[in-house]
């Protein structure tokens, strides 16, 4: 698998919806390892900013209900506040994203610690019952998750730059990978 060249984004066969049409269609083992490593990636960062997420608006309540015992006149503003806060957090449930996101990210790290004892067949019966339970996680992320599948395993990764944007969210979910692994690129780093 090493030297080979990454799938670019858009062809990923894997994730939410059309994993098991997909399954059945000339994916190869190098396939199924690229999507497990890829899931993993994104499903660990999902967890990491969801949690983050649920942490920031519990400090962000906290310290607003602090507010209300202190001299700063407006105490109605942080009653709003912490409402606002509150049912965002009931709304979009982030820490029970971070959970599930967590069980799911640790799945595909055990099933590719697991994947050189398993046959081909054995390897995507246990991708696709993995992913029958994965979440939904942001379209923001799947960039990077994509960029360090390639890295780690060793592929060329010939994808576009991530967007400014994209890269925020990617460094808020506890992984920004760096260096776009091309062949181009390497050769006008080394002519350099």
Known sequence: MKN?????LNDLSHHHHQNQKMSKINMTRTDDIFD????HNLEKMFSTITARLDKLITLAITVSGLGVFSFISGIAWFGALIATLSITQIIFQFSRASVISETQYRKYLKLSI???SLSDEQ??????AVEEVDTNPWSLLKPAAHKRACIQLGLDDTSDEMTLMQKCFSWLAGDL????NTPEKNANSATK
Do not use: F, N, Q
């Open 36 to 39: 497990i490593a890829y899931s």
């Open 177 to 180: 990978p760096r260096s776009k």
């Open 123 to 128: 390897l995507r019966a246990r991708r696709i």
């Open 4 to 8: 080979g060249t990454c799938r670019h």
């Open 114 to 116: 697991e994947e050189p």
